[in-house]
């Protein structure tokens, strides 16, 4: 178990890259930390692992705390983004290095290092150079190298992100089932939501050295806590419309639209609605958003429609999914009609709960 309270890190020149920050991982758990870039991630692993020295707040590892205790006595194992390989070793020698430093004989590492070889396909490869290798082996080697020791922990920095896009989905797949085979707490840092909606049992999303909120990946699709969340993660962005409340109902771009009990008339909010929870009929109607079609994008089995609609604002876009077998021509008229129990309602940027 990782547990963080209150981590603040600031560095010389007034950066304040963790502000204030709690976090509490469980026991095996694949924990992803979402973000944009510059969010402090990074910076958080680091912290983690010992790299950094928090300028206040405390963390703990198991049931010890941490805090000011140097990398090496932390009883964890870090992947970082370039691999960070000895070029001058070959692979046993890579994998069996901390074993090295941690003075087990020679014989004992090398037949670690070459089991953990051979549970990661690198067999074939023992005697070549991180040179000799292509991204993905040399990913695997620093795999290795990480599982070899049995930390009680993973801290993975954008493990993924120096493999081509087929690389990246078999290393993913790859990843989280030896991550279930070995039950090891693993903290996964990547700036990819797909990734970390494909591979977490739960996310932490990020935003200038806060958490925005932490659920598992169901939760923080399905219900994104604020305007920011919504907008970060999905494939395609989230339509995100502002309205006044009317008799409570919606009145935006001439749809009138349903919502959740208990907001006041005149009140200013945001309707949130995935693309994906939006129907495109061809004829109007009083729910839906009519206009036109301006760009039709193809998913490979479906197509991201973009509708430019007029309202009192000025115009307005709204992208819905459509199945691949209902292809709309650019410029039609149609109209996107949401799918209200989707429907997500934020008032000053958070989630209104009903
Ligand atoms: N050693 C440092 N000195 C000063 N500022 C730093 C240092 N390291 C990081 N920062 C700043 O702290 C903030 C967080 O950086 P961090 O590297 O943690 O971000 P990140 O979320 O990992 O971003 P990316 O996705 O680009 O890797 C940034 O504003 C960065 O410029
Ligand atoms: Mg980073």
């Given at each position: 178990m990782i547990s963080l309270h209150g981590l603040t890190k600031e560095f010389p020149g007034g950066v304040r890259a963790l502000d204030a920050l709690d976090l509490e991982i469980a026991d095996g758990e694949f924990f992803a930390l979402l973000g944009p870039s510059g969010c402090g991630k990074t910076t958080l692993l680091r912290t983690i692992a010992g790299l950094e020295t928090p300028t206040s707040g405390r963390v703990t590892i198991?049931?010890?705390?941490?805090?000011?205790?140097?990398?090496?006595?932390?009883?964890?194992?870090?992947v970082f983004q370039d691999y960070a390989l000895f070029p001058h070793m070959d692979v046993t020698a890579n994998?069996?290095?901390?074993?090295?430093?941690?003075?087990?004989?020679?014989?004992?590492?090398?037949?670690?290092?070459?089991?953990?070889?051979?549970?990661?396909?690198?067999?074939?490869?023992?005697?070549?150079?991180?040179?000799?290798l292509s991204g993905g082996q040399q990913q695997r080697v620093a795999l290795a190298r990480a599982i070899?020791?049995?930390?009680?922990?993973?801290?993975?920095?954008?493990?993924?992100?120096?493999?081509?896009?087929?690389?990246?989905?078999?290393?993913?797949?790859?990843?989280?089932?030896?991550?279930?085979?070995?039950?090891?707490?693993?903290?996964?840092?990547?700036?990819?939501?797909?990734?970390?909606?494909?591979?977490?049992?739960?996310?932490?999303?990020?935003?200038?050295?806060?958490?925005?909120?932490?659920?598992?990946?169901?939760?923080?699709?399905?219900?994104?806590?604020d305007t920011f969340v919504a907008s970060f993660i999905g494939s395609t962005p989230m339509n995100l419309l502002p309205g006044v409340v009317k008799d409570g109902t919606l009145r935006v771009a001439g749809a009138v639209l349903p919502l959740p009990p208990g907001l006041a008339d005149g009140e200013e909010i945001v309707y949130g609605l995935r693309p994906e929870y939006m129907d495109l009929?061809?004829?109007?109607?009083?729910?839906?958003?009519?206009?036109?079609?301006?760009?039709?994008?193809?998913?490979?089995?479906?197509?991201?429609?973009?509708?430019?609609?007029r309202s009192e604002s000025g115009d307005l876009l709204v992208q819905a999914v459509v199945p691949e077998d209902a292809e709309p021509a650019t410029g039609a008229a149609a109209c996107a009609v949401p799918r209200h129990p989707r429907a997500l309602v934020y008032r000053e940027g958070k989630l209104v709960t009903t």
């Amino acid at each position: 178990m990782i547990s963080l309270h209150g981590l603040t890190k600031e560095f010389p020149g007034g950066v304040r890259a963790l502000d204030a920050l709690d976090l509490e991982i469980a026991d095996g758990e694949f924990f992803a930390l979402l973000g944009p870039s510059g969010c402090g991630k990074t910076t958080l692993l680091r912290t983690i692992a010992g790299l950094e020295t928090p300028t206040s707040g405390r963390v703990t590892i198991g049931s010890a705390e941490v805090t000011g205790l140097p990398p090496g006595r932390r009883d964890v194992a870090m992947v970082f983004q370039d691999y960070a390989l000895f070029p001058h070793m070959d692979v046993t020698a890579n994998i069996a290095y901390p074993l090295k430093i941690k003075k087990v004989p020679r014989p004992e590492r090398e037949a670690k290092a070459g089991e953990t070889a051979s549970r990661l396909s690198l067999s074939e490869l023992l005697t070549r150079r991180p040179g000799q290798l292509s991204g993905g082996q040399q990913q695997r080697v620093a795999l290795a190298r990480a599982i070899a020791c049995h930390p009680s922990a993973f801290l993975f920095d954008e493990p993924l992100s120096n493999l081509d896009a087929r690389m990246r989905l078999e290393a993913r797949t790859f990843l989280k089932r030896l991550q279930r085979e070995l039950a090891v707490t693993t903290v996964f840092v990547t700036h990819d939501q797909g990734e970390a909606l494909a591979m977490a049992d739960r996310i932490a999303v990020m935003s200038a050295g806060r958490i925005m909120q932490v659920g598992t990946p169901r939760e923080v699709f399905q219900r994104p806590a604020d305007t920011f969340v919504a907008s970060f993660i999905g494939s395609t962005p989230m339509n995100l419309l502002p309205g006044v409340v009317k008799d409570g109902t919606l009145r935006v771009a001439g749809a009138v639209l349903p919502l959740p009990p208990g907001l006041a008339d005149g009140e200013e909010i945001v309707y949130g609605l995935r693309p994906e929870y939006m129907d495109l009929t061809a004829t109007p109607r009083e729910d839906g958003f009519a206009g036109h079609v301006s760009v039709v994008e193809n998913l490979g089995t479906s197509y991201l429609v973009t509708l430019e609609v007029r309202s009192e604002s000025g115009d307005l876009l709204v992208q819905a999914v459509v199945p691949e077998d209902a292809e709309p021509a650019t410029g039609a008229a149609a109209c996107a009609v949401p799918r209200h129990p989707r429907a997500l309602v934020y008032r000053e940027g958070k989630l209104v709960t009903t």
